[in-house]
């Protein structure tokens, strides 16, 4: 709503945006990197899911159209800025403990503590990439903020990375700068949080976990590579709880899930990089939001038409209202992701099933009715006259959403088999799987090639065993 207002306001048009009490924080936050500090907002008390139609008529009357009026006759929208520190500015001095305790007082943590970034540890991470500590990755949203080469160094030295990850941290801010990412709703209703997945061989060189405990921390690269991402985010993009970050209830960062390349290249399976264009052996990395996930213990059987009931089942129930985005609100953009075990993947290839076959089979099996399906974004997810009929008549989703006007009929919750996301890691041994569900084009699966500075094998140090 704040970027059409702010658009209508560029082309000297008055506006007023109508925000929810528990967003106005968020609105004038957000309006600052919009260019407008002061852009019209217009309370609305309490949250209109809660209310009756009455009791909303009463609030807009009393409360909200003042307000309107008042915005849309007032025109000072410059502002007051607040200044911040040049780029490569020297914001604290002292020892470990009060450099920690003035960064957290700035907002610039995330509530452990981090290393402090001084200008002889930002230079190690610089000598690890080609790229100038000036060049501009994107722009930020939604603080509008130049993510530049210096800024992931100074990061990545917060997070506790090492030098040498930060090929990888260049390239996961190229991902987040790029539009079809999304990064600008890092901060939306439902807390997801990002995943960044890893292919190649830097999986090896740095000595990233791709075995037993994926997705638990412990191992420095794996888990301190997701806390970068979360810092960038805050420190650069801008996103702070209480303001421009309106999660619910939020999830932590998560570890880097480096895929089992391995496994992949014994059953002849692409990894998650060549899904998404790039080639085997390249160094690929894939970000993505999920709102949740969960595991799916002892998925059994000796057959694929044994084991992928389970893995269907579970993929159905865990992305439950995001159904949303498979209409013509998200123009299916959802993309769940499956990650099943090594042993899982041998079982399925050793049956001469291809990762697209196995994907194909879920397609026709991840479904529900279709009464179901319009109850959940009608009533449930409040999308009002919405309905699959009107969407498909309209050209706006796939024919198959619509093959007989029964209500039974189970529609499918993506467009397509390759919508359904499959990785390969985790404990060889077990026979276990965990289904995330996906934020579609709100964080939307965008995959990096990384770039390595010269002499890259002749630098990197040999991989700390880590976590045993």
Request: proline residues 7%.
């Amino acid at each position: 709503m704040l970027r059409a207002s702010a658009a209508c306001e560029r082309a000297g048009f008055p506006t007023s945006s109508l925000t929810c009490e528990g967003f106005f924080k968020q609105g004038k936050a957000t309006s600052i990197g919009l260019g407008f500090p002061n852009i019209g907002l217009a309370l609305v008390p309490g949250h209109i899911g809660t209310k009756s139609a009455e009791q909303i008529r009463q609030d807009i009357l009393q409360t909200t159209l003042d307000e309107v009026i008042k915005n849309l006759t007032t025109f000072d929208l410059a502002g007051v800025s607040t200044p911040e520190p040049a780029a490569k500015a020297i914001v604290a001095r002292g020892d470990f403990f009060a450099v920690n305790d003035a960064f957290y007082a700035s907002g610039y943590t995330d509530g452990l503590p981090i290393v402090p970034p001084t200008k002889s540890l930002i230079e190690a991470f610089l000598s690890f990439t080609d790229h100038d500590p000036d060049e501009v990755l994107g722009v930020m949203l939604p603080d509008k903020r130049a993510a530049t080469v210096w800024s992931v160094a100074v990061n990545g030295v917060m997070a506790g990375c090492q030098p040498q990850y930060m090929p990888i941290l260049v390239a996961i801010v190229q991902a987040m700068a790029d539009p079809s990412y999304g990064v600008e709703h890092s901060g939306n209703t439902p807390g997801a949080d990002t995943l960044i997945i890893l292919n190649g061989p830097i999986i090896k060189e740095l000595g990233f976990n791709d075995q037993q405990g994926a997705l638990r921390d412990g191992f420095m690269p794996n888990t301190s590579i997701g806390r970068f991402f979360r810092l960038y985010l805050r420190n650069v993009a801008g996103f702070h709880l209480h303001k421009t970050d309106k999660a619910t209830f939020g999830n932590t960062w998560r570890v880097v899930l480096a895929e089992n390349e391995e496994v992949l290249r014994d059953i002849d399976w692409p990894t998650i990089g060549m899904d998404m264009g790039f080639e085997r052996g390249d160094n690929v990395l894939t970000i993505a939001r999920y709102s949740g996930g969960g595991s799916l213990s002892s998925v059994s059987g000796s057959t694929p038409e044994e084991l992928l009931p389970y893995l269907a089942d579970s993929i159905e129930r865990f992305n439950n209202w995001q159904i949303t985005f498979t209409t013509s609100h998200g123009n299916g953009t959802l993309r769940p992701l499956a990650i099943i075990t090594p042993i899982l993947a041998r079982a399925l290839a050793k049956a001469g099933w291809s990762k697209y076959r196995v994907q194909a089979w879920l397609f026709e099996h991840v479904r529900r009715p279709a009464w179901e399906f319009e109850r959940q974004l009608k009533e449930w997810n409040i999308r009002g006259t919405w309905d699959l009929t009107r969407d498909v008549k309209e050209g706006k989703i796939p024919a198959l959403f619509l093959e007989s006007e029964d209500p039974n009929r189970l529609v499918p919750i993506v467009w397509r088999p390759s919508d359904l996301m499959i990785a390969v890691g985790g404990d060889p041994l077990r026979n276990n799987a965990y289904v995330f569900a996906n934020n579609a084009f709100l964080g939307f699966p965008t995959a990096k090639k990384i770039d390595l500075p010269k002499n890259w094998h002749e630098r990197i140090k040999p991989p700390s065993q880590g976590a045993t």
